[in-house]
């Protein structure tokens, strides 16, 4: 059993960098895959970075890549996805993802999500 929460969202304008961060709890956390994803108004959510459960692999989303990395410190239960180089189509909510499959959280059919954050990047 995982629970997330996820923070760190605002406004920035283009070309700027923000972190989101998300906080995890559950006694299974360290053997969990995670990942981010987002969803922009009148868009389906859409895959944006998973790491594996030892922090050993990471996949981002071509849109993002370059741009974007993610991360985890297990000693403080948190992910997190620093975001650089902001662009207005960045502007969504940015939802954390867990599963015990990383498979599963590359294809963002996960077991649990957090609430989200929102981000906006002004032009």
């Known amino acids: 059993q995982v629970q997330l929460v996820e923070s760190g969202g605002g406004l920035v304008q283009a070309g700027g960098s923000l972190r989101l961060s998300c906080a995890a709890s559950g006694r299974t956390f360290s053997t969990y895959a995670m990942g981010w994803f987002r969803q922009a108004p009148g868009k389906e959510r859409e895959f944006v970075a998973a790491?594996?459960?030892?922090?050993?692999?990471?996949y981002l989303a071509d849109s993002v890549k370059g741009r974007f990395t993610i991360s985890r410190v297990h000693a403080k239960n948190s992910v997190y996805l620093q975001m650089n180089s902001l662009k207005p189509e960045d502007t969504a909510v940015y939802y954390c993802?867990?599963?015990?499959?990383?498979?599963?959280?590359?294809?963002?059919?996960?077991?649990?999500w957090g609430q989200g954050t929102q981000v906006t990047v002004s032009s």
């Open positions: 790491i594996s459960f030892s922090g050993g692999s990471t």
């Open positions: 993802a867990a599963d015990s499959s990383y498979a599963a959280v590359l294809e963002g059919r996960v077991g649990y």
